[in-house]
């Protein structure tokens, strides 16, 4: 069993900064794509970020230029930078991570439970 750990969330005033983590642990033999998803009350979860595993990245059009999304292969750890902040961008945080935990031929996608991100003055 493969599990997602995420951390860095809280309060932030609007055009602060915020670092997210998330350390995946257990039976894993490789980890693929790993992204950041965001859920507000009343909406549908929506991809904030990815990163494969060569480090190409992707970042929804309402958060690019603003935040960074990075890993450290080793440590199994990816990371969201969140700079200038808005209110809008408050929501709940998913991890999720793309895990080879049975057979290096196949990924089976992994999510966290979730941290709090909220932005206001």
């Known amino acids: 069993q493969v599990e997602l750990v995420e951390s860095g969330g809280g309060l932030v005033q609007p055009g602060g900064s915020l670092r997210l983590s998330c350390v995946a642990s257990g039976r894993i033999i490789s980890i693929g794509v790993m992204g950041w998803y965001r859920q507000a009350p009343g909406k549908q979860r929506e991809l904030v970020a990815s990163?494969?595993?060569?480090?190409?990245?992707n970042y929804a059009d309402s958060v690019r230029g603003r935040f960074t999304i990075s890993r450290d292969n080793a440590k199994n750890t990816v990371y969201l930078q969140m700079n200038s902040a808005r209110p809008e961008d408050t929501a709940v945080y998913y991890c999720n991570a793309e895990v080879s935990d049975r057979s290096p031929l196949y990924r089976s996608p992994y999510w966290g439970q979730g941290t709090q991100v909220t932005v206001s003055s």
């Open positions: 990163i494969t595993s060569r480090s190409s990245t």
